[in-house]
């Protein structure tokens, strides 16, 4: 079965400085695999995904993310962090077949110090 | 564009009351959709999921059942409230195995 394992609970960081959320997953093919981003209250907005191709993905909000297959890892990073992005991150892995259906991480914390 | 609505978007429901919390999408047709609930510090737990008018799955045994009535609306719905299914609730739908979330019901049963 599908599994995805962030092993921080809560990192803190200061604003300006970089960022790197670490996400492992578990999964017996080529895995669908994503980052959310949740603000307290607030429903989860995809911040970029990875499906096959080039393994440095792009997304919204200056993030990216790098998938290594030989680690198992989808590593969100961030070069230059700014007090908005304290939220909670989660990385997710997508299952095959027609459900669709993510299994997600328990979730990073993330706090931003001035 | 497509949009998800959530309603209520807060509820506090007695130990034993019935419940129902209604999801609708615009813009897309035939989409999947997921219910979800998230508690503190477990990440997102999916409950059910749909991927037509009918058609549900359960993911965990409990408490809680859903419904698909239309192609774009999904309800979740108990008969008798426990103090276990306090929690934060999100519906989402899916399409090209992207998934979109609502903004959440925050359930309190006490």
């Known amino acids: 079965a599908q599994s995805v394992t962030q092993p921080d609970i809560h990192i803190t960081v200061s604003e300006g400085a970089s960022l790197e959320l670490r996400c492992n997953y578990s999964y017996g093919a080529t895995p669908y695999l994503f980052w959310y981003v949740q603000s307290p209250g607030q429903g989860l907005q995809l911040l970029l995904k990875?499906?096959?191709?080039?393994?440095l993905v792009q997304g919204i909000k200056g993030f990216e993310a790098e998938f290594k297959r030989s680690q198992s890892s989808f590593n969100l990073r961030k070069p230059s962090v700014h007090w908005s992005d304290a939220a909670e991150y989660f990385c997710?892995?997508?299952?095959?077949?027609?459900?669709?259906?993510?299994?997600f991480g328990k979730g990073t914390k993330l706090t931003v110090n001035p | 564009s497509q949009t998800i609505h959530q309603w209520p978007a807060t509820l506090v429901q007695p130990v034993g009351s019935p419940l129902s919390l209604e999801c609708t999408v615009e813009?897309?047709?035939?989409?999947?959709l997921y219910w979800y609930r998230q508690a503190a510090g477990r990440g997102l737990q999916l409950l059910f999921y749909?991927?037509?008018?009918?058609?549900i799955s359960s993911e965990v045994p409990q408490n809680l059942s859903a419904s698909r009535p239309q192609d774009r609306q999904f309800i979740l719905s108990s008969k008798k409230l426990l103090l276990s299914d306090s929690g934060f609730y999100l519906c989402?739908?899916?399409?090209?195995?992207?998934?979109?979330f609502g903004p959440g019901t925050r359930l309190t049963v006490t």
């Open positions: 997710a892995v997508g299952t095959q077949g027609g459900s669709e259906k993510l299994v």
């Open positions: 749909s991927v037509g008018i009918g058609q």
């Open positions: 990875y499906f096959s191709g080039d393994t």
């Open positions: 989402a739908w899916s399409v090209n195995r992207e998934q979109y």
């Open positions: 813009g897309t047709s035939n989409p999947n």
